[in-house]
């Protein structure tokens, strides 16, 4: 049986790619954005997804979200530790956040 850490980490593996893609798309904007992203993209997802967990985002959060627009890998493993840490920090994101991914659009870019 899965422990609960094993389960946060599985649904931040599977956040990555869509909010790797909204940050590509907006970088450190991407906590900013509204509703003017059309709704059923992988690109709006992760952006609901970074503003769910996030909000507007803090300094640090910012900076993270900078790294992964560079894109160095660092910045992504950061990214994915801050999200395991946000999913671990409130029970209930996590599961939040997996359902979110369920309404992902029908062939969602996952890579």
């Known amino acids: 049986?899965?422990?609960?850490?094993?389960?946060?980490?599985?649904?931040?593996d599977d956040v990555m790619p869509f909010a790797t893609?909204?940050?590509g798309a907006y970088g450190v904007s991407v906590l900013a954005r509204t509703?003017?992203?059309?709704a059923g993209t992988s690109v709006a997802l992760g952006t609901r997804?970074?503003?769910?967990?996030?909000?507007r985002g803090?300094?640090?959060?910012r900076g993270?979200?900078?790294?992964?627009?560079g894109a160095t890998?660092?910045?992504?493993?950061?990214?994915?530790?801050a999200l395991v840490a946000a999913f671990r920090d409130?029970?209930?994101?996590?599961?939040?956040?997996?359902?979110?991914?369920l309404r992902a659009p029908v062939g969602a870019d996952r890579a």
Do not use: C, K, W, Y
């Open 1 to 12: 049986m899965r422990n609960s850490t094993e389960m946060l980490v599985d649904v931040a």
């Open 21 to 23: 893609l909204a940050i």
């Open 35 to 38: 509703s003017e992203s059309a």
């Open 49 to 55: 997804v970074l503003q769910r967990v996030f909000g």
């Open 58 to 61: 803090d300094a640090h959060t």
């Open 64 to 69: 993270l979200i900078e790294r992964v627009a």
């Open 73 to 81: 890998g660092d910045g992504r493993e950061a990214l994915r530790s």
């Open 90 to 101: 409130d029970p209930i994101l996590g599961p939040e956040v997996a359902a979110m991914l």
